[in-house]
Nanobody
Framework: VQLQASGGGLVQAGGSLRLSCSASGRTLSNYPMGWFRQAPGKEREFVAAISWTGGTKYYADSVKGRFTISREYAKSTVYLQMSSVKPEDTAVYYC?????????????????WGKGTLVTVSS
């Protein structure tokens, strides 16, 4: 399975951006999915996760109320809507698949990582 994140770019503080994650090889629809990010010089950290049904979502405290994770089954795509972005949101963002929702919230629990997409927030 190859996951591919897209939608990154340069955005001003306070702006919005939507990241997408899709897979080649099979559908994402039956798996819990997560988003992580890694800023320069820092460890990869959890951002958001969604159950395979879409009914349960988790967020890191740092993005709660600003970011929204969702999934579109028809397109087998997972999204991360980023709003009210801050310079500290600057990082490479990765989508990830887990065998469980708990696993999709931990870097050590991820089964597949996607290639990242860079988000840069200017002040």
């Amino acid at each position: 399975v190859q996951l591919q994140a897209s939608g990154g770019g340069l955005v001003q503080a306070g702006g919005s951006l939507r990241l997408s994650c899709s897979a080649s090889g099979r559908t994402l629809s039956n798996y819990p999915m997560g988003w992580f990010r890694q800023a320069p010089g820092k460890e990869r950290e959890f951002v958001a996760a969604i159950s395979w049904t879409g009914g349960t979502k988790y967020y890191a405290d740092s993005v709660k109320g600003r970011f929204t994770i969702s999934r579109e089954y028809a397109k087998s795509t997972v999204y991360l809507q980023m709003s009210s972005v801050k310079p500290e949101d600057t990082a490479v963002y990765y989508c990830a698949e887990g065998t469980s929702l708990a696993a999709a919230r931990l870097p050590s629990g991820v089964t597949y990582w996607g290639k990242g997409t860079l988000v840069t927030v200017s002040s």
